[in-house]
């Protein structure tokens, strides 16, 4: 059994994408483009949870990546707009894309 769900990710988002997720708020509220939250896997990822939820993403990215985008819609935010529909995206790599 592995450790990855929603609650997870809305505590790995809001403790590390703090403003990020500010910002992305802002622009939805303000009518802008873009549901993506780009998070840095060798900076965070792979740190939080000891890397265990870095390396559960990578056994099980189908089931993992429905808790992020779940754990995402759920994070707070200064503005009170709903996140849902937004999704997590990966820089770890020179070419960006989903997780």
Known sequence: MGISSPALWTEFFERYYRE????????LKSGG????????FVR???IFQEGKLGE??????D???VHAERGLAN?????GVSLEG?????THSQQQGRF
């Open 56 to 61: 559960e993403l990578i056994e099980k990215p």
């Open 33 to 40: 483009d873009g549901r993506s939250l780009y998070v840095n």
């Open 20 to 27: 990020e997720i500010n910002k992305l708020a802002y622009k």
């Open 86 to 90: 937004c999704k997590p995206d990966s």
């Open 63 to 65: 089931e993992v990546l």
């Open 44 to 46: 965070d990822l792979s």
């Open 75 to 79: 994070a707070t935010n200064i503005y």
